[in-house]
């Protein structure tokens, strides 16, 4: 079983910053994927950005050039920074992780508003 805790969301004005991080209860040396996936009211979950095991990454055209997605292998975890908020990018955001087993984290909310 392997838990994941996400953390980092809040309020943040149009424009601004926010990093998310997501940590695992186990080594993510093993993983196949990892991912952020985000969940905005009324809209289905829908894929953020993804790391694989040999470092490829793949974004959301919405987000491409403003979120980038990394690992900390030392500190098993993930990060999700993300520059140039918009209101759009409003969600609830969820840390995946594939290892193989696909798990969830709880996810933490983001708001972009002014």
């Known amino acids: 079983q392997v838990q994941l805790v996400e953390s980092g969301g809040g309020l943040v004005q149009p424009g601004g910053s926010l990093r998310l991080s997501c940590a695992a209860s186990r080594s993510i040396f093993s993983f196949n994927v990892m991912g952020w996936y985000r969940q905005a009211p009324g809209k289905e979950r829908e894929l953020v950005a993804r790391?694989?095991?040999?470092?490829?990454?793949n974004y959301a055209d919405s987000v491409k050039g403003r979120f980038t997605i990394s690992i900390d292998n030392a500190n098993d975890k993930l990060y999700l920074q993300m520059n140039s908020l918009k209101p759009d990018d409003t969600a609830v955001y969820y840390c995946?992780?594939?290892?193989?087993?696909?798990?969830w984290g709880q996810g933490t909310r983001v708001t972009v508003s002014s």
């Open positions: 995946n992780a594939v290892f193989p087993g696909s798990y």
């Open positions: 790391i694989n095991k040999g470092g490829s990454t």
